[in-house]
């Protein structure tokens, strides 16, 4: 006998998309990594994310490992994220 599998997805498509620059110090350095910011149909934020050329180019002109730089980055993200909600928590 034949198998089939059948599977029923659901897709969210994310309408708005724009990549911004953020400037980052690193180890005395001064710097700026692209993020690719999504958002909702309401403008809310979905993922932010930084741009893999912006993060290894810092990591090449630096000398330091990709990850760490990645790792900077995404705490930078989460401060400035928690910051926000925390102000938009604020405003309610």
Do not use: C, F, W
């Amino acid at each position: 006998t034949l198998g089939v599998r059948y599977s029923v997805y659901s897709r969210i498509a994310v309408p708005d998309r724009e990549i911004v620059p953020i400037e980052l110090e690193i180890n005395g350095h001064k710097r700026k990594i692209m993020l690719k910011i999504s958002r909702d149909g309401r403008g809310n934020i979905v993922n932010v994310k930084p741009e893999y050329e912006s993060v290894k180019e810092v990591a090449h002109e630096l000398g330091i490992s990709l990850r760490e730089v990645l790792n900077i980055v995404y705490r930078t993200i989460d401060r400035i994220t928690q910051s926000k909600s925390q102000d938009n928590k604020l405003q309610t």
